[in-house]
């Protein structure tokens, strides 16, 4: 290949330069008489165009100004200097501009007011917008043809002067119509960002419809996306309405789909259904909402064959969960079933407490419960509540049992469902033997845990609903709590008619317990999840006005505005209604029900007014009793959990809460940072927990403990795992302490390292409600450890299964059977707004699937030999075989 002439002597003349003598550099700048021949020789012709301009003779001033729009065109300079000719014709600016106002309108004049247009990009006062100014008064030629620094000068002073002529109601047509030729060129030349930027400054971003093609279209909506979330609404809203429609134009159906569920708009998502024909992407489709965890019936319009529309179903109802959880299991050969002494790992630590570690007290056999329940989570089998039958009729299984005391009993037979979780038809006919106890909690737990073997499955018989409905009303609280607590975690986010007209009442109910009113708060509050149901959010208040004073201060009845706030979970302003009523209920509540109702309101919205709004709460030094500051803390965090520049500040502002707040927010503070990194152990937030877990305060230590815990649920994090074993023998006396830490124990190790906690899926894009609810539920249930998880309603740690979900990436073939091909997975890289094709992933290992997936990580498949029907690779993915692949010999 011969060198590229141009190239060639440009690099001579650079290497001239560099070896000229320094000090001839100085003289250089001092007079421009020292200018290189061809610069001065430059210099002269451009003083005598501009002669020739000032004089009357048109013929000659059009010559004149053709030869300087050529010389000015033709300067190509590097970017970091002025084009010489720019340069040369600066002195010359004022005087151009004055002779052009004496001249009459005739083509020349035009010509001349696209060169002063250009001469402006260097020349004009700031804020003068004199490039934009006569660029409307000059030709209507090519503005392309002026260079890409042209370009983007004049967009950025037609953003100003659009809001400028807004204000003053002025028109502009003219604006729109050179618009419309800047956004074509950028879209040309793989400037998606500017030319959206540009729209979204003219409020106009229709336009880029006509503009975006094949090429340039996934780069146009991964930037709209990505832009959406630092977008006041109602802007953000119209930017994904954009996106959405140009995926469904160029058929990227599966994006599409992702847009709707974040907009929550179910239209859209039938739209995506019925616009698409192929069988097999409308199971890719039925994934991705068994995934979002949304109620979803399909009707004809979506699906016209019945048999293929029972398929779908199925798939959406997300029944072959387990099946696909038990695959990966086998795969990464860790169906061995755990027990809590392999978790615990007591041989390693000392002799006192390793001692201590096989004490048989209650509180420590209840914690070996959650601790067995969490491990074993979803794999059926355990090494106590489901051991083999050849000991007469699980004789064993009732011995673990009545290791428990009273209401810890309750926990243990709802740890049953918890091990044979989504598994629905083996995990009912194991629990049945508890309803014929005669002990009540221990029925208790068995509706407990028929509740959460049902928690994210869906089924036409609802098995839950015919076996928890009888239960409702008993006399004893223990059993009606364990059926509503069922009920809600069965059908989170269903927003089943019949188990509103079975729940309400019961808030209405003056004879009713207060335990069994705020668990029938937070189950309508889960079912009906960002539902902004006006029936039920009217119940709930009602219910809270009927307290009395002693009641209001019962630690249980912050659960009436939480199941409040799970109504209006993320749905920003239609919250404010109900935050009125709010602000005339009695003194000792009203604040923190405010607080509660404000953070779901905007929970995973990034809005930062809210989270200014929660720190100015914080800020305030309250007399003791107050505790709205709990929820206004949590609110931080869930507001800011929506992108990671808002989880990065929030950290930060957190570590400022613990240092200069008032007690109550310091307990609060290792919650939010748990809600913060949950299941995504980051070393920061890390050390700040293991430095809270030996705090003076106990209640802040318990806090961090259980923070551990979160942020390192289902993660097996080593360093996580070794904190928490030498936590054990530093609180090997204080029982409480203890407690929380075999939790966070068992919550790390949760599912033997396969699931996850994160609300956040489809590359951190989508946040289903169920599971952000679940979680809140349980820390807002920690801001009173004392009362509630160490009290007698420490089964409140099972709202946790909401978010439950195994981070992995399976892929089937089109019969929906397992396909093990070879993937890349690697640190996700953001890449919007880059040139080329940039790499998504670094630093990647290939595996063959199933894989699991960690926190920040991304697949990409490594074969040409299969086309994903998803191009988000996470949770089920089918691949269709590649038409066009050729094996290689």
């Not at 499955?457 to 009888?470: E, F, M, W």
């Not at 902004?532 to 201060?553: H, P, V």
């Not at 929506?642 to 503070?669: C, D, K, P, T």
């Amino acid at each position: 290949m011969a060198p590229d002439p141009n190239n060639a002597s440009g690099s001579g003349a650079a290497d001239a330069s560099l070896k000229a003598p320094k000090d001839l550099k100085k003289k250089d700048d001092k007079k421009d008489e020292d200018l290189s021949e061809e610069d001065l020789a430059l210099k002269q012709q451009l003083e005598l165009y501009v002669e020739r301009v000032l004089e009357s003779d048109p013929g000659l001033q059009k010559v004149a100004l053709e030869s300087m729009r050529q010389e000015i065109r033709t300067s190509t300079s590097s970017m970091t200097s002025v084009p010489k000719p720019l340069k040369f014709l600066r002195p010359h600016y004022g005087t151009l501009k004055a002779h052009y106002e004496t001249m009459e309108t005739s083509d020349v004049k035009k010509l001349l007011a696209d060169i002063l247009s250009v001469l402006a990009l260097t020349m004009s006062a700031e804020g003068e917008r004199e490039s934009l100014k006569y660029r409307l008064l000059g030709s209507e030629g090519d503005i392309g043809s002026w260079g890409h620094e042209y370009v983007r000068n004049l967009a950025g002073e037609i953003a100003q002067e659009y809001t400028k002529r807004q204000s003053e109601e002025a028109t502009i047509d003219d604006l729109m119509d050179l618009v419309k030729q800047i956004v074509a060129f950028h879209m040309k030349h793989n400037a998606e960002p500017e030319a959206v930027d540009l729209l979204m400054e003219v409020e106009d971003l229709d336009l880029l419809m006509d503009h975006v093609d094949k090429t340039n279209y996934k780069r146009t909506c991964l930037y709209l996306t990505s832009s959406a979330k630092y977008l006041p609404g109602p802007d953000d809203v119209l930017v994904l309405d954009i996106g959405y429609m140009i995926y469904m134009k160029f058929e990227e159906y599966p994006r599409a789909l992702q847009i709707a569920l974040f907009l929550d708009n179910m239209q859209y998502v039938k739209q995506v259904f019925t616009s698409c024909s192929d069988m097999l992407r409308k199971k890719q489709f039925c994934y991705i909402l068994a995934r979002h965890g949304i109620t979803f019936e399909l009707d004809e319009e979506m699906c016209a064959d019945d048999e293929e529309r029972e398929a779908l179903q199925e798939i959406v109802n997300n029944t072959k969960l387990t099946e696909g959880y038990l695959t990966l299991a086998r795969d990464i050969e860790v169906m061995e079933p755990k027990s809590p002494e392999d978790i615990y790992k007591a041989h390693l630590l000392d002799g006192r407490a390793s001692a201590s570690a096989t004490v048989d007290s209650a509180r420590q056999n209840l914690a070996a419960t959650f601790v067995n329940a969490f491990v074993n989570a979803g794999f059926g089998q355990d090494k106590l509540m489901t051991v083999p039958s050849e000991s007469a009729s699980g004789g064993s299984s009732g011995n673990w049992l009545f290791k428990n005391k009273e209401h810890g009993k309750a926990s243990a037979a709802a740890s049953l469902g918890m091990i044979l979780l989504w598994d629905v038809d083996s995990g009912l006919a194991q629990i049945d033997k508890y309803f014929h106890s005669n002990d009540s909690h221990v029925i208790a737990g068995a509706l407990l845990g028929v509740g959460i073997v049902n928690c994210g499955i869906k089924n036409d018989c609802d098995p839950a609903l015919a076996l928890l409905a009888d239960y409702i009303d008993k006399e004893e609280s223990s059993i009606r709590i364990g059926a509503i607590m069922g009920l809600g975690l069965a059908y989170a986010g269903s927003q089943n008619e019949q188990i509103r007209s079975k729940l309400t009442p019961i808030l209405g109910d003056s004879r009713a317990p207060l335990d069994v009113i705020a668990f029938t708060a937070i189950s309508l509050g889960l079912v009906y999840v960002g539902s902004c149901n006006e029936d039920i959010a009217q119940a709930i208040i009602f219910a809270l006005m009927d307290r009395s004073e002693s009641e209001l201060g019962e630690p249980l009845t912050r659960f009436l505005p939480l199941g409040l706030g799970l109504l209006y979970l993320g749905k920003q302003e239609s919250v404010e209604a109900t935050a009125e009523v709010s602000k005339t209920f009695n003194d000792k509540i009203r604040k923190y029900c405010d607080m509660t109702l404000l953070s779901c309101a905007y929970a995973g919205t990034g809005n930062v007014l809210k989270v200014q709004h929660f720190l100015g709460q914080c800020a305030q030094h309250l007399e003791k009793g107050e505790t709205y500051q709990g929820p206004a803390v949590l609110g931080i965090a869930m507001v800011s959990m929506a992108e990671e520049l808002g989880v990065e500040m929030a950290i930060r502002s957190l570590e400022h809460l613990l240092q200069y707040g008032e007690q109550n927010i310091r307990r609060s503070v290792p919650l939010a940072l748990g809600l913060l990194c949950i299941s995504n152990p980051k070393v920061n937030v890390m050390d700040t927990l293991s430095r809270l877990s030996h705090d003076a305060d106990t209640e802040v230590a318990m806090a961090a403990v259980i923070s551990l815990g979160l942020i390192g649920a289902g993660t097996n994090n080593a360093r996580i795992a070794g904190m928490l074993r030498n936590l054990s023998s530093y609180y090997y006396k204080e029982a409480s302490l203890l407690f929380c830490v075999r939790i966070a124990q068992g919550l790390v190790h949760m599912g033997k390292g396969l699931l996850t906690l994160s609300p956040y899926h489809s590359e951190r894009f989508l946040l289903s409600p169920t599971a952000l609810a679940g979680v809140v539920t349980l820390l807002h249930a920690c801001l009173d450890m004392k009362a509630i998880i160490l009290g007698k309603y420490h089964y409140v740690l099972y709202f946790v299964v909401l978010a439950m979900q195994p981070r992995m990436l399976l892929t089937v073939d089109e019969n929906l059977k397992p396909l093990s091909v070879p993937v890349r997975v690697g640190q996700a890289v953001d890449v919007v707004g880059q040139a080329g094709r940039p790499k998504t992933i670094t630093g990647f290992q290939t595996h063959s699937t199933p894989v699991l997936l960690a926190a920040g990580d991304r697949a990409e498949l490594a074969t040409e030999k299969y086309i994903p029907l998803s191009p988000i690779l996470e949770g089920f993915v089918i691949l269709k075989e590649n038409p066009d692949y050729k094996e290689d010999n």
